[in-house]
């Protein structure tokens, strides 16, 4: 089969054109078409491969020997697979696929032998070609027809000068695995066999692999050399092999057997190793036992494998308890060891499975257990060089590295290269990251959860994260496959990211195996178990890792578990986008991540006594239950770091963030029971299950809330549940809708212009109540304000009189404090009642008296929703209502409290009346809108900034151009009219972070020259 294809071919080799390489002319059965050996010391020139080749030359390959080039041939794919997975990266060099679905790997090394290694060949089907020839390119006409040699990997050789010997100690340990291939029938079974093998060969190999310990995944591999490997098939009878073995206790093939199906003869079992392994296990037994005898073993015999020898510690990140120390353990995949490092030094770890006699091993060797994955290049070239070199001149002992110092070195870098709107939150992060490199010292860790649109900093923040956190890659690396997510996890106990996690809501599958993962690896003892379909057996993962999120949706369960920080543009983009190159090249990042394990080692047992101590009544208690859990290992590390710096700044300020991030929470968490009862009442579900109410509230909010979740909400609606019953394997709740109303009613939700409830005088089994006419609205108001006053509230049914009572106790409270001396009568009318809280309002103002400008609508509501007992938006709410009468004033998004002789204070609104269809729109004297010149310079400024996909602005933009075009405005008067704005329904913030003018509002802005289109 001569063509001028295969010498042009081999002219034109990049490969030996490139390392300058001799080439081979080869037959159909892969012998040389002529004399070669000169070439092993002579180059070759392109005329001299032209007359090379002859008439039966089909192939062509490269002279091994010369240049240092060698050649390993797989020439079947089991142990190819075997050792590809053993040697990772090393074996990424320029290979060649064989006919037989083998390979042929090229190395160049500077190691030579006298000859070529086949000693593995007759067996494991291998063969290291030292001095000789190893095919590249061509056609072979073999039993099965015209197949071929193909270049299958097309890298550069690779230079490894140890890769024979690492090989060579790899061959031997596969087959002291796999003896099997030592077998003479079975290799003469496999000698040249090239069509493959009929059905009972096929079963004799599984049973031999499956007992060898293989997992399917890799078992499989063996069979694809066969003309009709089909690998579903394959794989569905490995695992029944598998089951066989594990349920029925299968035993391997017999002689007997093996002869029959290999069709060979009695004679060929001489001096065959599994005859010779059958008659020493005779003759040991034989000696082992006395004729009569019966051997048993005594209780301490049979404990003794139970007995803990030494104590073990866990891949990846350790913390013993009762010493108080920690550990990092790192995988030698080469020498099937573990690096161990501690306080006491540098050790070697191997693994507790492979260990049958800890008692025979030394004290020194450390017991270690979990999944076995190699660390992240960033930490092999940077982290374990430092580990030798500590192995042999000892831990470091360097004033300088204190917690607190590596605290501030972190600290400058955020600031230098993110951007947060929130200046505490530089401080949170860096804590988080400090606390990846001890994460097992604590018992929750938080996730930390990136929120926001696109171009607002999440993914540098991440890229940030990768660079900076123990265990950390360099690059974001998001792991899309369970057995890869709980692997690394339980092996690493480092940095996992999960990127543009709304993406993987959208796949079913993804979200299922991801809301998992997430709902366990915040807890430090977190166990999952999952089948390994390979084995059949049980494998259990600690996934309790450090788990960094980007996300532009919400989601509970980041919420319940993670910290959410609200990523917004920053004012000046250009300048952070042009850091970010800066970052990436930044050498302060590899000293960071050498600090972080020596730092972790020295603090570890300080901060964990810390972090016990540590307790909500010591002045924490603004802060409780999973918020406490979440931000008490940053306030621990807070906490050190401020006795290291004689202050309490730290402490102080991660506390009054964790405080208001636990309002905001809190007041998300009543939200969301709100609009669960609002559902319950309006579809008047008398009975439902989790999975209706989930249906329900993803088509209300369009967002996605787990079961548990729900039913953390029942729990705290548990009034209004009459029964709650298993039907058809589901959780069915069966409600009182009296009940739910009753507390709707409470909780100002109840549908109907007034909340007000009438005795229903049909038999409607639709519904217990029926909502009043418009008509009676006045005279049921004045009726019902009357009865608060009077106490007279017999005339009313048992509902209304339950909320009248409660109307009626919280007034004579009131009264009781002295706290306010309205009139009875002021009470029949809303306003007065809003009035009210006028006194508690002024409380609130005075604690603002020190600062030189008043407070802003939001500052002053949390004051006030903390000293009347309700709710922030509420707050937000009675302070706008008493603008609106006239006892407040706002200007400039401030708060003006007026003086107790006047009605009313100047204020940029007035009150209107409420039939005004925009009544949030107020005029001044002149006709036009009330605004300010900044609250029009904000309005116009997100006009023509969304104009975008999103149909949304982001703050950092409105507050970077509304300060552009104001010298004398500050940023927090544009956060301040901001606020206001949303308040008064001018604007809207459909995603956190990001506003748009009301579709309801626009119009009217536009005619009264508010807005100005050009």
């Not at 080439?23 to 012998?31: E, Q, R, S």
């Not at 190893?134 to 890298?155: C, H, L, M, Q, R």
């Not at 040991?284 to 009569?292: A, C, F, L, N």
């Not at 919420?559 to 920080?565: A, S, Y």
């Amino acid at each position: 089969m001569i063509t001028p294809e295969i010498v042009d071919r081999a002219v034109k080799d990049i490969y030996r054109k490139k390392y300058g390489l001799n080439v081979v002319f080869l037959d159909a059965d892969g012998n040389s078409v002529h004399d070669w050996k000169h070439f092993l010391n002579e180059k070759q020139t392109d005329n001299e491969i032209e007359l090379l080749h002859t008439p039966n030359a089909s192939t062509y390959g490269y002279v091994c020997g010369w240049n240092g080039l060698i050649a390993v041939e797989f020439e079947k794919p089991l142990v190819y697979f075997l050792a590809k997975k053993h040697f990772e990266e090393r074996f990424d060099t320029f290979t060649v696929r064989t006919p037989n679905n083998g390979r042929v790997l090229f190395f160049f090394t500077g190691n030579r032998y006298s000859e070529n290694i086949d000693r593995f060949v007759d067996n494991l089907h291998v063969n290291i070609v030292m001095e000789g020839y190893a095919p590249v390119s061509g056609w072979v006409d073999s039993a099965i027809g015209i197949t071929a040699y193909i270049p299958d990997f097309e890298k550069d050789i690779r230079r490894d000068n140890n890769i024979v010997e690492d090989l060579l100690e790899f061959l031997e340990k596969t087959l002291a695995k796999l003896n099997f291939f030592e077998y003479e029938c079975v290799k003469y079974a496999l000698r040249g066999e090239v069509n493959g093998l009929n059905y009972h060969r096929k079963h004799i190999f599984m049973n031999f692999l499956m007992h060898a310990g293989l997992h399917v995944s890799e078992a499989k591999h063996f069979f694809k050399f066969c003309r009709d490997y089909e690998e579903d098939e394959i794989v569905k009878r490995l695992k029944n092999v598998a089951r066989e073995i594990k349920e029925k206790d299968i035993k391997p093939y017999r002689c007997e057997k093996l002869r029959e199906y290999f069709r060979v003869d009695k004679g060929i079992c001489r001096g065959c190793i599994r005859r010779s392994e059958y008659d020493d296990d005779k003759i040991t037994d034989k000696k082992s036992r006395k004729k009569g005898e019966l051997e048993l073993p005594s209780t301490e015999d049979v404990l003794e494998d139970f007995v803990e020898e030494r104590p073990k510690i866990h891949t990846g990140q350790y913390f013993d308890m009762e010493d108080q120390k920690l550990y990092y353990a790192w995988y030698n995949s080469k020498k099937n060891a573990f690096v161990v490092l501690s306080e006491d030094g540098v050790r070697v770890g191997l693994y507790d499975a492979d260990i049958g006699d800890w008692g025979k091993v030394p004290e020194e060797i450390v017991r270690v257990e979990g999944a076995k994955i190699k660390p992240p290049k960033r930490v092999e070239n940077l982290i374990l060089p430092k580990v030798k070199e500590w192995s042999m001149k000892g831990l470091p002992e360097n004033r300088d590295l204190t917690l607190s110092r590596f605290y501030d070195e972190i600290y400058q870098l955020l600031k230098k290269y993110i951007y947060f709107s929130d200046e505490r939150e530089y401080s949170l992060v860096a804590l988080w990251i400090t606390g990846t490199y001890m994460r097992q010292v604590f018992i929750w860790y938080p996730y930390l959860v990136l929120y926001g649109l696109r171009n607002v900093g999440k993914s540098t923040t991440l890229s940030f994260l990768s660079k900076t956190c123990f265990q950390c890659p360099g690059e974001i690396a998001g792991d899309s496959s369970e057995a890869v997510m709980f692997r690394k996890a339980d092996a690493l106990k480092g940095i996992m990211f999960v990127e543009h996690y709304e993406e993987i809501r959208e796949n079913p599958v993804k979200d299922q195996m991801y809301r998992q993962f997430l709902e366990n690896s915040w807890y430090k003892d977190s166990t999952v178990e999952r089948m390994n379909n390979d084995t059949m057996s049980v494998e259990s993962f600690n996934t309790s890792a450090c788990i960094a999120v980007g996300t532009r949706a919400p989601s509970d369960v980041l919420d319940e578990k993670g910290i959410v920080i609200v990523m917004e543009e920053a004012p000046n983009t250009r300048q952070y986008s042009k850091k970010f190159k800066e970052m990436i090249l930044d050498p302060k990042f590899d000293e960071i991540l050498v600090k972080g394990h020596i730092i972790a080692l020295k603090y570890a047992k300080k901060v964990y006594e810390v972090y016990n101590e540590l307790s909500m009544d010591d002045g924490f208690e603004a802060i409780q239950g999973r918020d406490w859990n979440k931000l008490s290992p940053m306030l621990a590390l807070a906490k050190v770091i401020d006795e290291e710096k004689e202050t309490d700044s730290h402490l102080k300020e991660l506390y009054e963030y964790g405080v208001t991030y636990s309002k905001m929470r809190k007041q998300d968490s009543i939200e969301l029971e709100d609009i669960v009862l609002q559902i319950i009442i309006q579809e008047q579900l008398k009975e439902f299950q989790l999975s209706d109410m989930q249906d329900h509230l993803k088509y209300e909010l369009d967002e996605e809330f787990n079961i548990q979740k729900i039913a953390a909400i029942m729990q705290k609606l548990r009034g209004i549940v009459k029964d709650k019953k298993r039907v058809d394997g589901k959780q069915t709740y069966y409600i009182d809708l009296k009940m739910a109303e009753k507390k709707a009613v409470i909780r100002g939700l109840l549908p109907g212009d007034d909340g007000i409830f009438v005795e229903d005088d049909t038999d409607s089994v639709e519904t217990d109540t029926k909502p009043v006419d418009r008509d009676d609205n006045d005279k049921i108001k004045g009726e019902y304000q009357e009865a608060i006053v009077t106490g007279d509230y017999e005339k009313f049914d048992d509902l209304q009189k339950e909320v009248l009572k409660e109307a009626i106790e919280d007034k004579k409270r009131r009264e009781t404090s002295n706290e306010h001396n309205d009139d009875h009568d002021d009470d029949m009318f809303p306003e007065k009642q809003t009035i009210r809280y006028y006194d508690d309002l002024k409380r609130a103002y005075s604690r603002f008296e020190e600062d030189p400008k008043p407070p802003r609508l939001r500052n002053l509501a949390e004051v006030l929703s903390l000293i009347v007992g309700i709710t922030v938006i509420e707050a937000e709410n009675v302070i706008l209502d008493l603008v609106e009468f006239g006892k407040v004033g706002m200007k400039d998004g401030r708060v003006l409290l007026v003086e107790d002789d006047t009605d009313s204070v100047e204020t940029d609104t007035k009150p209107v009346d409420r039939d005004d269809k925009d009544e949030e729109l107020v005029k001044d004297n002149s006709g036009n809108v009330g605004f300010s010149e900044i609250e029009e310079t904000v309005i116009d400024v997100i006009y023509h900034e969304m104009n975008n996909s999103e149909g949304v602005c982001g703050i950092g933009t409105i507050t970077r151009m509304v300060l552009d075009r104001l010298e004398d405005a500050t940023e927090e008067d544009v956060w301040g009219t901001i606020n206001d704005l949303k308040m008064r329904k001018v604007i809207e913030e459909p995603y956190l972070g990001h506003l748009r003018i009301s579709e309801v509002k626009l119009p009217y802005l536009i005619d009264s020259g508010v807005i100005k289109e050009f």
